[in-house]
């Protein structure tokens, strides 16, 4: 899929489109894509202005698991009142 290398911001060069896919009976779908700059997607987002554009950040589940099991056993070594 072409989606972000046919869009006029060459300076995207840093996404990484991985991944489009339409929704089912609906208009519209989600991309994904690897960008370590915020100001590269709230431009590409500013340059199609019809469209409703939502960016969410996401991380790896090994990466999530790996923090929430740190915060479990630091809260889990609070000491109770």
Same mark, same amino acid.
């Given at each position: *899929?072409t989606?972000?290398? &046919?869009a006029?911001?060459?300076?995207? /060069?840093?996404?990484?489109d991985? @991944?489009? !896919? *339409? $929704?089912? #009976?609906?208009? #519209?779908g989600? !991309?994904l894509? /690897?960008? /370590? &700059?915020p @100001?590269?997607?709230?431009? %590409?987002?500013?340059?199609?202005p019809? %469209?409703? %554009?939502q960016? $969410?950040?996401v991380i790896?589940?090994? /990466?999530?698991? $790996? !923090?929430?099991?740190?915060?479990i056993?630091w $809260? &889990? #070594? @609070?000491?109770?009142?």
């Amino acid at each position: *899929m072409t989606f972000l290398s &046919d869009a006029p911001l060459a300076q995207l /060069d840093r996404a990484l489109d991985e @991944l489009f !896919v *339409m $929704r089912v #009976g609906e208009w #519209g779908g989600h !991309v994904l894509v /690897d960008c /370590d &700059d915020p @100001l590269a997607v709230h431009k %590409f987002c500013s340059t199609y202005p019809a %469209f409703e %554009f939502q960016a $969410r950040p996401v991380i790896a589940v090994e /990466d999530a698991v $790996r !923090v929430e099991l740190e915060a479990i056993a630091w $809260r &889990d #070594g @609070l000491k109770r009142k």
